[in-house]
């Protein structure tokens, strides 16, 4: 005698053929059939997918209306696939932990004071090191792929951050290849995720396959850990262990993610941290931090590419901030550079790494833009479709840093990247999971770009058109170019120097 739910609109399911069919499609599959529904049903749709139902809202202001002032219904995540649970060490990581205690314990832990997100290590990794560019030129005549390049330094960054040392670069690649063929496998193993306990004896093999790879990954970063621990030990007989502050020596900084991890006692099981848990924490952290920025940075640099007027612009800005000096733009700098400022919030609009963003789920039954959605529900916020909403943004499809200069460069200041008030673009998500590196993901971008642009001049190779199209083959997160950035680069000249 219940009155009927109000489910949001969606094509017609058939029982369980249609969630199997609906489960094995790609995001950037769904992605133009989520479009056409919008069209056809308004910005919130449903579709039959997996085990459930998945909601799909494709405008801010109902993003707002659920993520901000609902927050804490829709601050869970739905609970992850056998795969997955094996990945964050039964959701014992940030991003997939359940609302509640020990997900607010891991990500107070990352983002409070004594955390490595509040130190600066880039010059130590320095990308805006000349050299390092300059030497990846593969063909030796300035033309460079810099794909391999961005991801790689950023990467490197985290590590730092995360391990507190400079590891030598064939570590990283190791920590790298291990973290491909973990994430190989989870795509590779779909089939298993639907009736997990089915798919286990039905694909055994990959599922054993699955079980070694993921061994392999932790064997990788226990031995790291293992030293960190060992370091950490012989700081504290020394009785000269760092202030909870951080403390840099000789390239090493000694706050580093782990460390913090180390010292965490479990709210609700009263215990430390284990290896399998320690090892799903630092990956997420290097995983998090990486496919996210080093993307967005290949897709700023295309753009500059593609519109130099953009270009000059930024490098007139750069240059009257850092006027006679040849050194390499610093944390401070920066806060000086508006223009800088327009163009990575304009990347990050027209660009977000991740067009679904991260799955939330409702707490409670709760109705939304008049429909209404059962407790545990998955709901996914889509972050690229709502940044480019013709009503709240002129020319969206356009890349024009300027839309954020309004006011005379106080528009940028001003700008809500959180969306406390209203949303109007969303690349970090919103709400009580909004991504607890923001801060920093902007930062790295602000250097860099700044950086690069200050040391080079970047123009496209042989009068190609720079492609901006995006990769069909780009999973969740994040969304990669189709055809990655080949730029050709030369010094800038500067000032006085010898031209001939
Ligand atoms: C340009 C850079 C970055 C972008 C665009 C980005 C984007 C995102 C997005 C969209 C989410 C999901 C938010 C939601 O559920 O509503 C997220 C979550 C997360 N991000 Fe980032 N991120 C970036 C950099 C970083 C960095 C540098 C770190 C840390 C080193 C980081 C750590 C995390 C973590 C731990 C979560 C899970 C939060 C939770 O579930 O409470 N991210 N990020």
Redesign the pocket.
């Known amino acids: 005698s219940k009155p009927k739910k109000k489910l949001p609109p969606g094509p017609v399911a058939f029982p369980i053929i249609s969630r199997y069919l609906w489960h094995c499609k790609s995001f950037p599959e769904l992605e133009p059939i989520l479009r056409k529904l919008h069209a056809k049903h308004g910005p919130i749709v449903s579709l039959p997918i997996g085990n459930s139902f998945t909601i799909f809202v494709a405008s801010g202001s109902l993003a707002h209306q659920a993520?901000i002032q609902n927050a804490t219904i829709f601050a869970d995540?739905p609970i992850p696939h056998a795969i997955h649970k094996i990945t964050s060490s039964s959701q014992h990581d940030?991003?997939s932990?359940p609302y509640g205690r020990t997900?607010r314990l891991l990500?107070r832990n990352?983002t409070s004071e004594t955390s490595p997100?509040k130190l600066c290590p880039c010059p130590q990794v320095g990308l805006g090191n000349p050299h390092s560019l300059q030497q990846s030129s593969n063909t030796g005549d300035g033309i460079v792929r810099v794909v391999n390049d961005f991801h790689f330094a950023i990467l490197c960054l985290?590590v730092l951050m995360c391990y507190g040392d400079k590891l030598d670069e064939k570590m990283v690649k190791e920590i790298e290849i291990s973290r491909q063929r973990v994430s190989a496998g989870f795509l590779r193993f779909r089939k298993l995720t639907l009736w997990p306990a089915l798919g286990k004896i039905l694909f055994r093999k990959q599922w054993e396959e699955f079980l070694q790879l993921r061994k392999n990954q932790e064997n990788v970063l226990i031995s790291l850990i293992r030293a960190r621990q060992q370091l950490k030990q012989e700081m504290h007989s020394k009785q000269n262990e760092a202030d909870s502050g951080g403390e840099k020596e000789s390239g090493v900084c000694v706050t580093a993610y782990i460390n913090t991890l180390l010292d965490l006692e479990l709210p609700e099981e009263k215990r430390e941290l284990n290896d399998g848990e320690l090892v799903s924490l630092c990956s997420?952290?290097l995983n998090?931090?990486t496919h996210?920025?080093s993307p967005?940075l290949q897709w700023i640099m295309a753009n500059l590419v593609k519109y130099p007027h953009i270009q000059t612009k930024l490098y007139k800005e750069i240059s009257s901030v850092m006027g006679e000096r040849e050194d390499e733009v610093t944390e401070e700098d920066l806060q000086k550079m508006l223009y800088l400022k327009a163009v990575i919030l304009e990347g990050?609009r027209r660009h977000?790494?991740?067009h679904f963003?991260?799955p939330?789920a409702v707490t409670e039954d709760v109705t939304l833009g008049g429909y209404d959605i059962p407790k545990n529900t998955a709901v996914f916020?889509m972050?690229a479709e709502i940044a480019c909403n013709p009503e709240v943004w002129e020319d969206p499809l356009e890349f024009k840093p300027e839309r954020f200069l309004s006011g005379g460069g106080k528009g940028v200041e001003l700008f809500d990247v959180t969306g406390t008030k209203e949303i109007k673009m969303?690349?970090?998500?919103?709400?009580?999971?909004?991504?607890?590196?923001?801060g920093?993901?902007?930062f790295?971008?602000e250097y860099f770009v700044a950086n690069l642009i200050w040391r080079f001049e970047w123009t496209a190779v042989g009068g190609d058109e720079v492609d901006l199209s995006e990769s069909p083959l780009s999973a969740l997160m994040p969304v990669v170019m189709k055809n990655p950035l080949k730029a050709h680069i030369s010094p800038r000249v500067k000032q006085g120097e010898d031209t001939h």
């Open positions: 993520l995540r940030i991003n932990a997900w990500r990352l997100l985290l997420e952290f998090a931090g996210t920025t967005t990050l977000p790494p991740g963003g991260v939330h916020f972050a969303m690349p970090f998500g919103a709400g009580r999971r909004i991504c607890p590196g923001y920093l993901g902007i790295h971008l």
